[in-house]
Structures are given as structure tokens and as C-alpha cells.
């Protein structure tokens, strides 16, 4: 929780502008495709401040991991901006995309089992060294960082000539974690990073990585279905539903006082349980819908308790409610 000390001080790394990501999805016709857009994020904004954990949260479908990988350019924004310390992505140049790709890593939630079987850890480690641009650095340099970076994951120099068929889940999620650190990166998306690890070395990993955060002051955003890590690691959330941001705000603020009806079916949903335990967000009743056909007006609108008449005509924008809390419902122009 470190941005939270700081608060005020802290610049913003990046920045998401009115984002939006459309998926053409193949609609019939042979001559004469048709063509239907999926629209898996759908306007969202958000600032991720320098040094914090910034949380994203929100049902199966709801747009986060397609955001993260417009962040890590691995998928073309359709609309809006990204800016990463001021640098408007979609116009990077060449050799701007390696820099950038240097300093942003991700660790994803099956980054162990990723792991080639056929390199040993020390290659593993090391390769985004040796496949850096500014030229090749030489043996010992490349061990010796790789040795440092893995004694800061809690690995000793023995594991450098094992294979990951040697290592358990949880030393495999170390390894991970040690490759997408060892160029010292700013940021780190870290999409589900203990989902798939044994529930009885969830809270180690999780450990690790707000040690890591606080001595490297990396900024981290985190995704994931567990409110309650969450809660405890991210300095800020964002709850997404079907493409967009719902409420957004300080951690702290938004966990005491949820205002968007999906937040608050959501945080009761979940019986506060240890951090890193939970298990997936249980359902609201209903289905979260279809972002090829998204429900018109607010769209979260088919499965509110507390619907109002404009809730099916007109779409809420996203007001301040708080120096910083912000929220996406007519319940609040309605107070
Ligand atoms: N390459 C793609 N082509 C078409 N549709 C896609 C593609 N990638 C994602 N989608 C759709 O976009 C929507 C959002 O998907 P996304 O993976 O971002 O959700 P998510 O919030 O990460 O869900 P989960 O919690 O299950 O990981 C979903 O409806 C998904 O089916
Ligand atoms: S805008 Fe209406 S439907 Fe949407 S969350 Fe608010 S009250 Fe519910
Ligand atoms: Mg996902």
C-alpha cells in the first residue's frame, strides 16, 4: 500500500482515454460477409498512478484481460488512447515499442506451466537479457543478474541448472515471476497471478509480490476474481461489467462505500474470506449478457434490484462522488 502514503505525490504511468476494443465476429453470408462487433471493452478510462497496485475486478466476460492486452499491445485499440508516461501508444515508433516492451511485463495466470520444458531456469530467466537490443551483455553479467533476481524471488543458485519439470507450482510461479522482473520493468499486469497455484501457496506468491512491488516501486495492475486479495494488496479498483467501469476509486473508500449496485452485489456475494483464498466471484442471478448485443441503457440494468425507468433508455455517465470515487448509475442523479 504504498501509493497511499504518497498520495498526491504520485504522477500517472499510464493512462487509459475513452478505450474501446470491438472483436469483428463472423455473422453468415459467403459472397457478402456480414460482420457483427463483439465489443469486449467499451469506453473505459482509468489512471494508473505511479508506484500503486492498481486492482481491476468484475464477472467472467466483463473486458479485463482484452484490456490488458491492448496495454501490452498484443490486440489493436479500436477506439480511444493508451498513454504510457505520456506516450500515446498507437503511435510508437519501432524502436519505442521494444523500449516499452522492456519496461511492461505480465505475469498471467498459467505463466508456470508456460515454462519451456526443454530450458533450464538460468536460460529461462535470462532470455529477455539476452534478446535486448542495446546489444548482447556479456555470460557472467547475464548470471550474475539472473542470480540476483532469483534470490529476490526467495530461489537459490542451485535451481539455475534445473528444468521446470524440477520445480514445484510454486517455485514454477517464482521462476515466472523472476523473468518478468529481471529487466527491472515500471509496470506489471498481472492477470489472475495465483488462480491457477494450490490454495496453501497462494498467500506465499502474493507475499512475494507486494514484497517485490514495495522494494522495486513497480507499478502493478492487478486483475482478479478474488475481492478479498484485492482488497488487501490494490491501492485503487476498478469494477468492470459487460465493457465498461462501473465505479472506481480508492480501495479503502470503495470497499466501505460500494454506490453502484453491481459493486454491492458483487462485495455481498463473497463472505470477506483470507486473502488469496477466495474462490471465484459467485454469480449474481442472471447472466452478465452478450456484448455482441449489450443491453440498452444502463446494461446492467436486466439483473438491478434497484432499476429505475431511465435505466433502459438512457446509458448513466460517470460522475465524482467523492474526491476519489466515481460511479456509473442514475440512482445517483436521482438523491
Ligand atoms: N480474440 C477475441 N475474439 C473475439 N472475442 C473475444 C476475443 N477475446 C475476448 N473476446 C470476448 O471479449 C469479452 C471479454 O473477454 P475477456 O477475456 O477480456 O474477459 P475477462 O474479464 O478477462 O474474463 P475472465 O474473468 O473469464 O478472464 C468476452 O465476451 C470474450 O468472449
Ligand atoms: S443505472 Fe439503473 S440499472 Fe444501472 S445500476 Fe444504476 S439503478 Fe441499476
Ligand atoms: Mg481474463
Redesign the pocket.
Known sequence: MLAIEREGLMENLLEAQNVKKY?P?YDGGVLFKKYRM?K?VDGVSFSVRKGECFGIA??????????AKLILLLEKITEGNILFEGKNLGRLIKQDRSWYRRRVQTIFQDAASSLDPRMRILDIVSEPMEVQPSGTQSKSVIRHRTEEILHLVGLGSATLKKYPHELSGGQKQRVAIARAMILEPSLVILD?PVSALDVSIRAQILNLLTEIQEKQRITYLL?A?DLAMLQNISDQIAV?YLGKIVEMGNTEEVFDRPMHPYTKALFEAVPRPEPGRAKEVPAISGEIGN?IYPPSGCRFHPRCKETVPECRENEPVVRNIGKNHQVACHLLTRR
Open positions: 472483436f465476429i463483439l469486449a468484475g464477472e467472467s466476460g466483463s473486458g479485463k484481460t482484452t484490456v489472475e486483475i476474481h468492470m456484448p
